[in-house]
């Protein structure tokens, strides 16, 4: 693997008209890409907050069908824990504070030497160590 895939990007593909560049990227690049554990929560987490409708339904069925195709999902681990403690410490001392889902996401990306691919790189770019990248602009 190379490419942990971030919430953004595995849902543009169910948006009516989705960023070409990143879905170009996304046919290209995904056999090299997983996601993580938090992802794939925030994902499944965002289906179950919907009314019962077919679009509901849809975006189970894609989710499920991601999963039958073997997507590569990465547990949040003891190597990820005790990074992102550390990185806490250092970004506490910078008066910054990221959310609990980045912070998992970036810890996952960084013990497995991978590249987060976002849309919201931002929310990424103040951990230290951590490569990004936006498929939506290349």
């Avoid at 690049?29 to 992802?39: E, G, L, P, R």
Wanted: hydrophobic fraction near 40%.
């Amino acid at each position: 693997m190379k490419y942990l895939l971030d919430t953004n990007i595995i849902s543009e593909p169910m948006k009516k008209k989705p960023n070409t560049k990143m879905m170009n990227n996304l046919a290209l690049k995904s056999i090299h890409s997983c996601t993580s554990a938090t992802v794939w929560h925030e994902l499944w987490h965002g289906v179950h907050l919907l009314q019962n409708s077919k679009r509901k339904d849809q975006i189970a069925s894609y989710l499920n069908l991601l999963s039958d195709d073997g997507l590569n999902i990465l547990l949040f681990c003891q190597k990820s824990a005790e990074w992102l403690a550390n990185e806490r410490v250092h970004l506490k001392e910078k008066g910054l504070t990221p959310s609990k889902y980045d912070s998992e996401i970036a810890a996952v990306a960084y013990v497995n030497q991978l590249i987060i691919i976002t849309h919201n790189v931002d929310d990424f770019k103040i951990f230290d160590g951590l490569h990004v990248q936006d498929w939506f602009g290349e």
